[in-house]
Each structure stands twice: as structure tokens, then as C-alpha cells.
């Protein structure tokens, strides 16, 4: 899910699409900032160097696995940064960079003609803006001195590329009075939100006393509420999915072996269970997660295949991954502890403790195989798992 901020100068929008992509737990990139180090590194190929691993332009920009945040801020580079945007081969380098990255992922994106040119499809769009007489003193304070606003405005309205102006379908946010805290809450109070369907009526009915049950306690989280993503949880009971899905505030779409049909028959559809062949390519399975990853939905998948009661990590296969590499969804490993070796005795005394790892982007595994991918998900699921 692309989330497109674009706006007038002074109107808050780094503040604010920084802020929003922490509370909803997506990842941030400014344009602008890309731009800035096209002005520090003009020799640079941005495409090649985020293929090579090189460059990292999510939140703050790396190179060479340092960060250069500080030295972009320089007053020169600001305005060697304002010469080059202007030029049109490098606002295309930087456009294909940005769709690039951004392919598969969820992320927040900020900057001129985001909503326009670059993601004219993104899922949500927003143009900030404010009262002059605001806006002049927010860039005041942020540059040390007087600014002309509306010189600016009128500059930035009329150039001939990439002028200053809201996509059709963007959302229009007037922030002048307005905290930035009010700002990122109304945003996050237009995003698109799912249907409250058969399983989130079972979610909203049965989570409570599941998590009572099993005193469920989330040791790392991530919100999950907008956006799609394929959760990869380790399997040590049948009860996995019931303590996961208490603890998720949205519907979850699970990937289930295809035997399954015979054990739970319609119900599979009603829980929104959907089968999957365990050792052969499954071409109806890969369509229906690539469908609900396209509807920005969640998606369970279990990596070991089975489940695994003795307190171990299983093998991971290798078809979950598969898109993340093809860059349809970001894999969030999931670990659940405490349902080993259930019992009628023990059933009544347990403590499920879940984690939400890292997210990994279909950028971050850029040059990886499926198998490889996998091997680096069951590493960091299982040093969770014995750290809990």
C-alpha cells in the first residue's frame, strides 16, 4: 500500500508523514532527500547502487552503511538539491528509483507530484496545506530566517515541472490550527479500513476470552492495520491460529494445507481458510494469495508445513517467500511461544507469549533466492523463540 503526501511548502508534510508512518507502521521516504543526495553524489547511479545494497533511502538515507543525514542538511546542498529537481532526467532517475523500492511494500511517501506523476494508483493521497501567514513562520523556524511564502507558492504553482498541485483524488488537509499530532490522527482517520466481516465478528467476540484463556502477552508488536503483509508464524498447535488472530485487529487469510478439506470441509470458506498443496507448485494457491495480497489484506502462511509440538523450530519451506522475492507483499516472521505439548492438565495453565519481528521488504532481499530468504526468516524466528 502506497500512501502518497504531497503539499505547499511550510505545510508539515516530512513532520507529518514521518509521524504517520510510525503510528500505522509502514516505512517513510522524502523525495526531497533523494534529491539531496543526487546533489551530493551527481555520479552516483541510484538505481544500481539500491540493487547493490549501497544506498538505503527508507527514512533516513544511508550510503555505504552510513548515515548522511546531517551532511544532505547543508545549505549548499539544499540549493544545488532545488537546480537538479528542475531537470528532467534526474526527477525520472529519481521517480524510477522511488517506484522501484516502493514495488510490494507498504510504505508512506513524501514529496512533490508524489500523487500525481510518480503513484498516480497509490491507495491514498493527501495535500496539506495552511494559511500563509502559518506556513511562513513553520519555514521560518525551520531555516532561521524570514521566508517569502508566497513567492514561493507562486514559483512553486508555475513551474513548468513538477508544479506545486493536489492529485483529483487526493484528501485536501488544511492543518493550520492544528497540532501535528492532530494531523497525523486525521489522516489515519481516512485510511481505508476492511469490512467488518464473519471473522472479525469472531475476533471481536472470542479474542477476549482467548487472550484470557491463554494469557496472551505480545513481547514485540506491530500495529497491522492497514496495508498488506505475509505473517510467517512458526506451528506448535492448532491453537496458533486462534492466539494469533486474538491478537490482530483485522481478518487474517490463512494459507492451510490442502488435506485440510477433508477435517473442516465448508468451514475452511467461512474462516477464510484457503488450502494449499504442501509438495508441488500449487498455481490456484499462488492466485488466491496474490489476490488478497492486492486487496491489501494479511496473510498467514506456515513455513514449516506442520506443526512441530517438542519445542523446535522446524525446516522452513521455500513457497512463502516466493512473494516477497516477486515483490507482492513484505514478510513479517511471527514467533509464538508457549503452546508446546498441550494437555488436558496443562491446557489451563499456559502463558502464550507472540512477537512480531522486523518486517522484510521485497527491497531488502533484492538478489536473494527463495531459499535463502528462508533460511535468514527461520534464523531470526528460532533465536527469538529460545530467547523467550
Not at 6 to 33: E, N, V, Y
Not at 175 to 186: A, D, F, L, R
Not at 326 to 355: C, D, Q, Y
Not at 361 to 388: F, T, W
Amino acid at each position: 500500500m502506497i500512501i502518497a503526501i504531497d503539499g505547499l511548502a511550510g505545510s508539515g508534510k516530512t513532520t507529518a508523514g514521518k509521524g504517520l508512518a510510525k503510528a500505522i507502521g509502514f516505512r517513510f521516504i522524502s523525495s526531497g532527500q533523494l534529491y539531496r543526495f543526487k546533489a551530493l553524489e551527481p555520479d552516483v547511479d541510484l538505481l544500481e547502487a539500491i540493487k547493490e545494497h549501497k544506498l538505503k533511502i527508507e527514512w533516513d538515507i544511508e550510503w555505504e552503511g552510513k548515515g548522511i543525514s546531517a551532511e544532505l542538511q547543508r545549505e549548499e546542498i539544499g540549493s544545488r538539491a532545488s537546480e537538479i529537481a528542475l531537470l528532467r532526467e534526474v526527477r525520472d532517475e529519481v521517480n524510477n528509483v522511488l517506484r522501484f523500492v516502493a514495488e510490494g511494500g507498504n510504505y508512506v511517501i513524501e514529496g512533490r507530484d508524489i500523487g500525481t506523476v510518480v503513484f498516480p494508483e497509490a491507495g491514498v493521497k493527501f495535500f496539506l496545506t495552511a494559511e500563509e501567514g502559518v506556513r511562513a513562520r513553520r519555514r521560518a523556524e525551520q531555516v532561521g530566517e524570514e521566508v517569502n511564502i508566497a513567492e514561493r507558492d507562486e514559483r512553486d504553482k508555475k513551474r513548468e515541472i513538477a508544479p506545486a498541485k493536489a492529485a483529483e483524488d487526493a484528501i485536501i488537509i488544511d492543518n493550520s490550527y492544528q497540532s501535528v499530532e492532530e494531523t497525523i490522527k486525521e489522516m489515519e482517520g481516512r485510511l481505508p479500513k476492511d469490512e467488518f466481516d464473519f471473522q472479525r465478528f469472531l475476533q471481536y467476540v472470542l479474542g477476549p476470552p482467548v487472550r484470557g484463556l491463554f494469557r496472551i502477552e505480545v513481547v514485540k508488536s506491530h500495529p497491522l492495520k492497514y496495508g498488506r503483509w505475509i505473517l510467517t508464524p512458526n506451528h506448535v498447535s492448532g491453537w496458533d491460529p486462534i492466539c494469533l488472530a486474538a491478537k490482530v485487529p483485522r481478518p487474517l487469510h490463512f494459507m492451510a494445507k490442502a488435506e485440510l478439506k477433508h477435517s473442516l470441509g465448508p468451514l475452511l470458506s467461512l474462516l477464510d481458510i484457503s488450502p494449499i498443496a504442501r509438495n508441488k507448485p500449487d498455481v490456484r494457491a499462488i492466485r488466491t494469495v496474490r489476490h488478497f495480497l492486492y486487496g491489501e489484506k494479511l496473510v498467514v502462511m506456515y513455513p514449516e508445513g506442520h506443526r512441530h509440538r517438542d519445542g523446535t523450530v522446524g525446516e522452513f519451506r521455500n513457497g512463502a517467500f516466493y512473494f516477497v522475492r516477486k515483490k507482492m507483499a513484505p514478510v513479517i516472521p511471527v514467533v509464538i511461544k508457549g503452546l508446546e505439548n498441550l494437555s488436558f492438565n496443562t491446557f489451563w495453565n499456559r502463558h502464550v507469549r507472540i512477537a512480531f519481528l522486523d518486517p522484510i521488504y521485497p527491497v531488502d532481499v533484492i538478489g536473494m533466492k527463495e531459499e535463502e530468504i528462508a533460511r535468514m526468516v527461520r534464523e531470526q524466528i528460532s533465536e527469538c523463540y529460545n530467547s523467550l
